[in-house]
């Protein structure tokens, strides 16, 4: 059965993809770069079912079932452990470049696992992970209730219990129980370890910052207070126990584009319950590259890069899983297919850079083909039963080649094939173009037999070399078909 609704829902598709586009590029909300690239991808959906015209029920409930996997996966990802971030604004230049437009300025990388994870949609956390440092660049909810920006990114300055208050001339400076407070970047006599600690040489007190990365903060970094100038500016300002003490399990959050930084200075401290996650790295744009934590030197990092690339390598080049349509087009199953087994692929497409091996009779494979014309393709499975230049044809239901009985391999010998359906005319109607596999083709049928209409060559025809995908190896889903295939 085909599903010509579909086009109507392409249509809806680029309409809903276009709104979610123009929604998330002017509503100007800090965070929500998920907004534009769920309109980004719906318009790809939209102008993929288009172009792709009708398919099938199936094909639809499986996609659907595929997409749920990956939004669930990504969902599970995005909550507990890591998200991205748009930058939205310059306060915190110049470590963070901060700008409006799509896929202009810093996105960065969050790790919400390192504090703790909190309940979605909720200030409150399910536990409490490693407590906040200063120094630590922070995602975090805002405590306005009117926010411009509901999610902002600043660095921690002040901690629990500390009493804060900025001065100190031209040069202002953060002091915290009268003490200035030492930036990494002020101090370059600090040893900075593998651990991401440091200690001040000949000193007591350990600064709990991350690795020394160039450019880690702003080697001129001050923090104003214009108190003519900005009246409502008076957190670590004034020297009142409301604004200069921090209360316990809160932080004074600062922007290091202090001169036009709206922060912690306006509206005070933040509770550790907003802290959505410590900012790990910026990843785009790529030249803007860098880790602030030092993940990048880790051992666990390394491997994880190494079993990346070795899986992207396999997936491009060796195999990969495949939904493949296993009894015609009523279910699926998936199938790890062996791509050398026939040759080498050209990555991202369905042309051959070379090819080896000789496909004998029996041999089974995956390959493209369309069930009817103006269908789109399925994926397919079977064994090759006739070679180029072979004559094929059925007695009654046993397979012919040059009119005499298969009598190996056994899996084709004794196969019984049924062709009740008028589509099913390869090997049965007459002429030369139904019986005579073209050069460079084959004669393909499947292990699962449709009386009613037979996916395989007795209905798509002839199977060109070039729509083979491979050999398929094992079903590995679902669980109750797992098999290796031989």
Same mark, same amino acid.
Not at 23 to 48: C, E, H, N, P, T
Not at 242 to 256: K, N, T
Not at 263 to 285: A, F, K, M, Q, T
Not at 443 to 452: G, K, M, P, R, V
């Given at each position: 059965? =085909?599903?010509?609704?579909?086009?109507?829902?392409?249509?809806?598709?680029?309409?809903?993809?276009?709104?979610?586009?123009?929604?998330?590029? #002017?509503? %100007?909300?800090?965070?929500?770069?998920?907004?534009?690239?769920?309109?980004?991808?719906?318009?790809?959906?939209?102008?993929?079912?288009?172009?792709?015209?009708?398919?099938?029920?199936?094909?639809?409930?499986?996609?659907?079932?595929?997409?749920? =996997?990956?939004?669930?996966?990504?969902?599970?990802?995005?909550?507990?452990?890591?998200?991205?971030?748009?930058?939205?604004?310059?306060?915190?230049?110049?470590?963070?470049?901060?700008?409006? /437009?799509?896929?202009?300025?810093?996105?960065?990388?969050?790790?919400?696992?390192?504090?703790?994870?909190?309940?979605?949609?909720?200030?409150?956390?399910?536990?409490?992970?490693?407590? &906040?440092?200063?120094?630590?660049? =922070?995602?975090?909810?805002?405590?306005?209730?009117?926010?411009?920006?509901?999610?902002?990114?600043?660095?921690?300055?002040?901690? &629990?219990?500390?009493?804060?208050?900025?001065?100190?001339?031209?040069?202002?400076?953060?002091?915290?129980?009268?003490?200035?407070?030492?930036?990494?970047?002020?101090?370059?006599?600090?040893?900075?370890?593998?651990?991401? +600690?440091?200690? +001040?040489?000949?000193?007591?007190?350990?600064?709990?910052?991350?690795?020394?990365?160039?450019?880690?903060?702003?080697?001129?970094?001050?923090?104003?207070?214009?108190?003519? #100038?900005?009246?409502?500016?008076?957190?670590?300002?004034?020297?009142?126990?409301?604004?200069?003490?921090?209360?316990?399990?809160?932080?004074?959050?600062?922007?290091?584009?202090? +001169?036009?930084?709206?922060?912690?200075?306006?509206?005070?401290?933040?509770?550790?319950?907003?802290? =959505?996650? +410590?900012?790990?790295?910026?990843?785009?744009?790529?030249?803007?590259?860098?880790?602030?934590?030092?993940?990048?030197?880790?051992?666990?990092?390394?491997?994880?890069?190494?079993?990346?690339?070795?899986?992207?390598?396999?997936?491009?080049?060796?195999?990969?899983? #495949?939904?493949?349509?296993?009894?015609?087009?009523?279910?699926?199953?998936?199938?790890?297919?062996?791509?050398?087994?026939?040759?080498?692929?050209?990555?991202?497409?369905?042309?051959?850079?070379? %090819?080896?091996? /000789?496909?004998?009779?029996?041999?089974?494979?995956?390959?493209?083909?369309?069930?009817?014309?103006?269908?789109?393709?399925?994926?397919?499975?079977?064994?090759?039963?006739?070679?180029?230049?072979?004559?094929?044809?059925?007695?009654?239901?046993?397979?012919?080649?040059?009119?005499?009985?298969?009598?190996?391999?056994?899996?084709?010998?004794?196969?019984?094939?049924?062709?009740?359906?008028?589509?099913?005319? #390869?090997?049965?109607?007459?002429?030369?173009?139904?019986?005579?596999?073209?050069?460079?083709?084959?004669?393909?049928?499947?292990?699962?037999?449709?009386?009613?209409?037979?996916?395989?060559?007795?209905?798509?025809?002839?199977?060109?070399?070039?729509?083979?995908?491979?050999?398929?190896?094992?079903?590995?889903?679902?669980?109750?078909?797992? /098999?290796?295939?031989?």
């Amino acid at each position: 059965m =085909v599903w010509s609704g579909w086009l109507v829902g392409g249509v809806i598709a680029l309409i809903g993809g276009g709104l979610f586009y123009v929604g998330g590029k #002017y509503a %100007r909300i800090s965070g929500f770069d998920w907004v534009q690239m769920g309109g980004v991808f719906l318009l790809a959906i939209g102008v993929m079912v288009m172009l792709s015209g009708d398919i099938t029920r199936e094909s639809a409930i499986e996609w659907l079932r595929s997409l749920g =996997v990956a939004v669930g996966i990504a969902l599970l990802i995005r909550w507990p452990l890591a998200e991205p971030f748009r930058i939205p604004s310059g306060s915190m230049e110049t470590t963070l470049h901060g700008d409006d /437009r799509f896929l202009r300025g810093d996105r960065v990388f969050v790790n919400k696992w390192v504090y703790g994870v909190r309940y979605p949609f909720m200030n409150k956390r399910l536990w409490y992970g490693a407590p &906040p440092r200063r120094w630590d660049i =922070v995602v975090f909810k805002a405590v306005e209730t009117n926010a411009e920006h509901p999610t902002l990114v600043k660095r921690i300055v002040g901690m &629990p219990g500390e009493r804060i208050s900025i001065h100190d001339g031209k040069v202002h400076r953060v002091f915290r129980n009268g003490e200035a407070v030492p930036t990494p970047e002020a101090a370059p006599d600090l040893n900075f370890a593998a651990a991401g +600690r440091v200690r +001040r040489p000949g000193g007591d007190e350990e600064l709990h910052v991350p690795l020394r990365i160039p450019d880690f903060m702003p080697a001129d970094q001050e923090y104003s207070s214009p108190w003519g #100038y900005a009246p409502d500016m008076r957190y670590g300002i004034r020297t009142e126990d409301e604004y200069s003490l921090i209360p316990e399990g809160h932080y004074l959050l600062l922007g290091d584009n202090s +001169r036009n930084s709206r922060d912690g200075r306006y509206w005070g401290w933040v509770p550790n319950e907003h802290l =959505v996650g +410590r900012v790990s790295c910026i990843w785009w744009p790529p030249p803007r590259w860098r880790d602030f934590t030092g993940f990048s030197m880790t051992w666990w990092w390394r491997a994880l890069l190494a079993a990346l690339g070795v899986f992207v390598v396999v997936r491009l080049l060796i195999g990969r899983s #495949y939904a493949v349509h296993a009894d015609g087009r009523r279910s699926v199953e998936h199938v790890y297919v062996d791509f050398l087994g026939l040759g080498l692929r050209v990555p991202f497409t369905r042309l051959w850079a070379a %090819r080896w091996g /000789r496909l004998e009779r029996g041999d089974r494979v995956v390959y493209w083909a369309a069930t009817h014309e103006g269908a789109p393709q399925l994926l397919l499975s079977g064994r090759i039963a006739g070679l180029p230049g072979e004559r094929v044809t059925f007695d009654n239901s046993r397979l012919l080649i040059d009119d005499k009985p298969v009598v190996s391999p056994p899996d084709l010998a004794e196969a019984r094939y049924q062709a009740a359906h008028p589509d099913a005319k #390869y090997g049965r109607a007459k002429g030369k173009q139904y019986t005579v596999v073209p050069e460079d083709s084959y004669f393909i049928l499947t292990d699962h037999d449709e009386t009613e209409c037979p996916a395989d060559s007795r209905t798509v025809g002839w199977v060109a070399r070039t729509a083979l995908v491979g050999r398929p190896r094992a079903v590995w889903w679902p669980p109750s078909r797992w /098999r290796r295939l031989h």
